[in-house]
């Protein structure tokens, strides 16, 4: 493959104002102006991205629309005009070289989100910006690998369709299944998905009525326009209502030049903490897909692995990566959730924040932290003071006879603890049996943010398909439920209303167990206890009475 993006993403990082609430990061464009820019006017997500470039950690460049585009329709409408964002994105076209459109050297951006606060999943994000089918052939000659370049085109058209044109996923799902048969998305070839690109635009005109655009600039101006408005979402309306986040801090966009986990066997993306957000232990937590894009991770439709196949495969790799969690850690002075991408070797990160965690890691990081004199005392105690005692019980399984029950399945767990209630197939049958009185558990195909609603009123959530750190496993951790994903052995038939593990077949209504702590899944109710750790409340004693 040849050499691809961007070495002057690694430039000194900036962030000039282009014009009202506009910045630039890593575009080389000017000196370190950050006294215009703020988390309120970028949104987290940009403002972290500038933080990390000025820590010259690997950041692909990107200009930024602020907060205040998405105050009233009038704004937002003025954000998703050319005449606004055009200058602005020539930084981004000197800083890389490339040119949006360009039949030659296009320019292709990720169209992110970013609130002020961390909303995990509850708004859009769109890759692949800028690919048509006069720049596709741009990008096969660009990179030499023709795979990528059908890859990345036939996801924007999935995407865009799904989020600008209203497209349900399935109508795209089921074409990929089709051409994928047996096999894993990986194993299609690009002759394959130069068909299967076909035919999703063909769905596009089907569903649409209109051809897929095929003018770049009309995507970002479609994709600017959708991610302002997922602010008003009903999923981002409800994340707000629950966690008391006000409607009128809006979102910032981020155009950012893209980097392609999807380039081959040594290309990647992952999602990581730098600390178990269920435990608070020490050591990087990280699912990680071979020749995947970041959508494959966190949107809960793909089961992801641990970091042991990435620290294998590309040890350089892990190593940048541990070394730049540590830097984070010690220069944010709290555990991060980040997002990075591997192309050819080469790490990107993408995005950094302080991570979703349970109350029992919320505990033990604020301790670890301030005994490694990363945060003060006082500090720590502001972190802890609204832990309830009852929220640092640990709940384990009990075994009378020393004999465990045999369980019905093993799967990855997202968040410790146990759970226990009535299967529940959606949002209506959890709602109504939750509001009965009745405990319950969510049991989904994927992992998704969209079942917000239903989630809050669950004891636990159990997945087929997704990864411990997708948006709707860091959602459920925040809500403090048991989270098992991507439970191979499951299979769900909503037309029977029962689910199936592997031999067992349980109905609708039926009790189930999830252990958390093990990734077990049992059948029926299992006794139970709660203990305190007592050496984790000594430490918190400490800690109240430290100077």
């Known amino acids: 493959m040849k050499p691809l993006l961007y070495e002057t993403a690694l430039a000194p990082p900036s962030s000039p104002a282009l014009g009202e609430d506009i910045h630039a990061i890593g575009c080389g464009c000017g000196g370190d102006d950050r006294t215009s820019a703020s988390a309120q006017s970028m ?15 690997p950041v692909p460049p990107a200009i930024v629309l602020g907060t205040s585009f998405c105050a009233d329709p009038a704004r937002r409408a003025q954000a998703a005009d050319p005449a606004l964002w055009r200058p602005a994105l020539c930084t981004l076209e000197a800083a890389t070289g490339t040119r949006l459109g360009d039949p030659k050297r296009p320019l292709l951006l990720s169209v992110r989100s970013g609130a002020p606060v961390s909303m995990p999943g509850m708004m859009e994000t769109l890759l692949n910006v800028g690919l048509c089918d006069r720049t596709v052939e741009g990008l096969t000659r660009l990179t030499g690998n023709p795979r990528l370049a059908w890859d990345a085109y036939r996801r924007l058209v999935a995407g865009y369709g799904e989020v600008v044109a209203g497209i349900p996923a399935t109508r795209f799902e089921a074409a990929l299944n089709c051409a994928a048969l047996d096999r894993e998305e990986p194993d299609l070839d690009f002759a394959e998905l130069r068909a299967l690109t076909r035919k999703y635009l063909d769905i596009y005109v089907q569903e649409a009525g209109r051809p897929f655009p095929q003018d770049p600039a009309e995507q970002v101006t479609g994709a600017i326009a959708a991610v302002l ?110 997002e990075f991408t591997v192309q050819e070797g080469r790490l990107f990160l993408l995005q950094t924040r302080s991570g979703k965690r349970t109350p029992l890691a919320t505990a033990r990081i ?67 049996r939750a509001q009965a009185g009745a405990p319950v558990i969510l049991v989904r195909q994927d992992a998704e943010t969209s079942d917000i609603t239903a989630l809050e009123q669950a004891a636990g959530l159990l997945t087929q398909r997704g990864a411990r750190t997708a948006h709707a496993a860091v959602v459920a951790r925040q809500l403090g439920k048991v ?18 593990i592997g031999e ?12 958390g702590n ?20 000594e430490r918190l004693a400490r800690l109240g009475e430290a100077p």
């Not at 067992?504 to 252990?515: H, P």
């Not at 990734?519 to 409340?537: C, K, R």
């Open 483 to 500: 989270c098992l994903v991507g439970c191979q052995n499951l299979t769900i038939d909503l037309a029977a209303r029962t689910i199936q």
């Open 229 to 338: 408005d997922s602010w008003q979402s009903p999923k981002a309306r409800e994340y707000r209502r629950i966690n008391a986040v006000p409607d009128h801090i809006g979102t910032a966009v981020t155009l950012q030049a893209m980097v392609f986990g999807n380039a081959g066997g040594r290309s990647g993306s992952g999602v990581g903490f730098t600390r178990d957000p269920a435990s608070g232990e020490p050591g990087l937590w990280v699912d990680f897909l071979f020749n995947a894009q970041g959508e494959d991770v966190v949107s809960g439709r793909r089961n992801a692995h641990g970091h042991d196949q990435l620290a294998q495969v590309l040890p350089a790799v892990w190593e940048e990566l541990r070394q730049a969690a540590q830097r984070l850690e010690q220069a944010l002075g709290d555990m991060q959730d980040f």
């Open 366 to 432: 604020a301790l670890d932290l301030w005994e490694e004199g990363l945060i003060s005392a006082d500090q720590a105690r502001a972190r802890t003071a609204n832990l309830d005692p009852g929220q640092l019980l640990q709940t384990r399984l009990v075994t009378p006879d020393g004999a465990p029950p045999q369980p019905l399945a093993r799967t990855a767990s997202a968040c410790n603890g146990i759970a226990q209630g009535e299967i529940a197939l959606d949002e209506a049958r959890a709602t109504a």
């Open 43 to 57: 949104g987290f997500k940009a403002w972290n991205l500038l933080r990390m470039a000025a820590l010259g950690l």
């Open 518 to 537: 093990t990734g077990a899944v049992f059948a029926g109710a299992v006794e139970t206890e709660q203990e305190a750790d007592q050496a984790l409340l």
């Open 504 to 515: 067992r077949v349980l109905e609708e209504g039926a009790v189930l167990t999830l252990d």
